[in-house]
């Protein structure tokens, strides 16, 4: 299964103030894998970015002013994303600015029931924690020491990482299919769906007399004779 890990940094915090994109960062995994395919934009947002965010990311208006804007981008983007699921940390705040810069150009908006919001995850297995990427990283011992401003590509690695904790796939396997979360339409609350299949290795005759042999003369004293 293909997916997408997204994250995105702005010019401020909401799209009502006409705030815009200023970066996007997808990492694809396939099987929760890394493909080594990546998506990382800087993008002009033909606006001034705010105090508070320049504080957070450090892209100042005169860089932005050298890179592409949205429309510009928006069309490798969109193939990137196609067909996988999207795996954002708190993905009202992305999904609006991302369906926002869409809506702008007359695109198609992202269906909200393709993504995956980790920090809804994290919510539901750790109740009343705090559930940042700062936060997260720390419970699953995950170094962020190279976060010291926010970066949509670092924090898509970060988010990978936390990704493959809460759902418990430390270490996925190239022969494996791992887990699939669905989104259940009634509660909205995640589910984690097993694609794994137990084999079963049957005795054979032999092995099975030599077990009964092995329970009678070595362990004459139990529960099988």
Not at 166 to 188: A, C, F, H, M, T
């Amino acid at each position: 299964m293909l997916e997408v890990i997204l994250d995105t940094e702005t010019t401020g915090l909401s799209t009502t103030e006409k705030h815009r994109i200023v970066e996007i960062g997808c990492i694809e995994l396939n099987n929760q894998i890394p493909t080594n395919k990546i998506f990382h934009k800087y993008i002009n947002p033909q606006r001034t970015v705010s105090e508070d965010a320049y504080k957070v990311h450090g892209y100042s208006d005169k860089f932005l002013s050298d890179q592409k804007t949205f429309d510009e981008i928006a069309q490798e983007f969109l193939k990137f994303i196609k067909d996988k699921k999207i795996i954002i940390h708190n993905a009202p705040f992305d999904l609006s600015f991302l369906n926002y810069e869409l809506r702008l150009i007359k695109q198609k908006e992202i269906n909200k029931e393709n993504v995956v919001d980790t920090l809804e995850i994290a919510r539901q297995k750790y109740p009343g924690s705090q559930n940042s990427l700062d936060a997260l990283c720390k419970r699953f011992n995950i170094d962020n020491s190279q976060r010291q401003k926010h970066n949509a590509l670092v924090d898509c690695r970060l988010l990978r990482e936390v990704y493959i904790n809460l759902v418990d796939q430390k270490e996925p396997k190239l022969d494996l299919k791992n887990d699939e979360i669905y989104k259940r339409k009634d509660s909205g609350d995640f589910i984690i769906k097993s694609n794994k299949k137990s084999k079963i290795i049957k005795a054979s005759e032999d092995e099975i007399k030599l077990h009964k042999k092995y329970l009678k003369s070595d362990l004459q004293k139990n529960y099988y004779n």
